[in-house]
């Protein structure tokens, strides 16, 4: 079975703009997550989603969203970009809303000039 | 103070050593914890998943947690130089989202 797959793997933007990343959970999982990993540090909370709901939100700015699709992807959106949204983004599936081991995607790898 | 403290390292050991990675974490109501590997350029790989205060071993890896210090680790056993990785402890909030706090994450080394 394929894991979880996020697109794209890289992608370059300058301050102000706005992005979209993908990502579509391991098959059977209804449960997505979105996580920014900063250089040196660990991940970081953004969302979760489940059954197409927001089930969790941690501390970032309204510049950033996200949507779950019937079929279980996601898309996370981030508007009038800043330097400091430069990072890998990762997409996290499971199972259930909570109480499962999260599985994560490789990352889109973002950076803003 | 950080939900969940980890020395980031560099950590450097010989090919075979055991290797042990530690975490702090301050929150109580903390109830599930687990280890990932990361390798460059990767996602988190889920290694170790656990809920419990003990032990739990798979192959040359074992978790261990005590709860009553708010204290989890990782051994590493007959280390490998494909071991070399940054390895991050993660623990779960179930309220709220299923969301996990990590901490900074360990880079290990494993040299021949």
């Known amino acids: 079975d394929a894991g979880v797959t996020q697109s794209p793997t890289h992608l370059i933007k300058t301050r102000g703009q706005q992005v979209t990343l993908r990502c579509s959970p391991i098959s059977g999982h209804k449960s997505v997550s979105w996580y920014q990993q900063v250089l040196g540090q660990g991940p970081q909370f953004i969302f979760q989603?489940?059954?197409?709901?927001?089930?969790g939100r941690g501390n970032f700015p309204d510049r950033f969203s996200a949507r779950q699709f019937p079929n279980y992807s996601s898309e996370l959106n981030v508007n009038a970009l800043l330097l400091g949204d430069s990072a890998l983004y990762l997409c996290?599936?499971?199972?259930?809303?909570?109480?499962?081991?999260?599985?994560f995607g490789d990352g889109t790898r973002l950076s803003i000039l | 103070q950080k939900e969940v403290e980890q020395d980031p390292g560099p950590l450097s050991v010989p090919e075979g050593a055991i290797v042990s990675l530690n975490c702090t974490y301050s929150?109580?109501?903390?109830?599930?914890f687990m280890w990932y590997r990361q390798y460059s350029r990767k996602g988190p790989e889920l290694l170790m998943y656990t809920y419990s205060s003990g032990n739990k071993e798979d192959g040359r890896f074992t978790a261990q947690v005590d709860k009553s210090s708010k204290y989890i680790s990782l051994f590493i056993r007959d280390s490998q130089p494909s071991d070399s990785a940054t390895y991050l402890c993660a623990i779960l909030h179930t309220g709220g989202g299923n969301k996990l706090t990590f901490g900074t994450g360990t880079q290990l080394k494993v040299e021949l």
């Open positions: 996290a599936s499971s199972w259930r809303q909570a109480d499962q081991p999260q599985h």
């Open positions: 929150n109580s109501a903390f109830q599930y």
């Open positions: 989603y489940y059954e197409k709901e927001e089930r």
